[in-house]
């Protein structure tokens, strides 16, 4: 499977169930979490650079670089509900699809 593919499959796998999760863990934990607008804004360029993109796999550096940064590499805060941990696992694996 080359690299192209595995971020494909990951997209295919989680972009969904994300574009449903994060504005909601967003409303929820935004007010102690303000990390998590940040989060939620950088997912939104990552989408519409997906959307807009004619290539299979654009460039997202900068955007994947930026998530890593914000979360502290997807380190789940320790007073969360399970819906944002779910997501932070979700980005992560998306972002490692990205990279392999």
Same mark, same amino acid.
């Given at each position: 499977? %080359?690299?192209? @593919?595995?971020?494909?499959?990951?997209?295919?796998?989680? =972009?969904? !169930? &994300?574009?449903?999760?994060?504005?909601?863990?967003?409303?929820?934990?935004?007010?102690?979490?303000?990390?998590?607008?940040?989060?939620?804004?950088?997912?939104?360029?990552?989408?519409?650079?997906? %959307?807009?993109? @004619?290539?299979?796999?654009?460039?997202?550096?900068?955007? =994947?670089? !930026? &998530?890593?940064?914000?979360?502290?590499?997807?380190?789940?805060?320790?007073?969360?509900?399970?819906?944002?941990?779910?997501?932070?696992?979700?980005?992560?694996?998306?972002?490692?699809?990205?990279? %392999?």
């Amino acid at each position: 499977m %080359n690299k192209n @593919e595995n971020f494909t499959k990951a997209k295919e796998k989680y =972009f969904k !169930k &994300l574009e449903q999760l994060i504005p909601i863990v967003d409303r929820v934990h935004g007010g102690n979490h303000l990390e998590f607008h940040e989060v939620r804004k950088v997912f939104n360029i990552i989408l519409k650079k997906i %959307n807009e993109s @004619e290539a299979e796999k654009p460039n997202l550096d900068d955007e =994947f670089n !930026k &998530l890593s940064e914000i979360t502290h590499n997807y380190e789940v805060p320790g007073d969360v509900c399970e819906t944002y941990e779910s997501v932070y696992n979700m980005l992560s694996k998306v972002n490692e699809a990205y990279w %392999n």
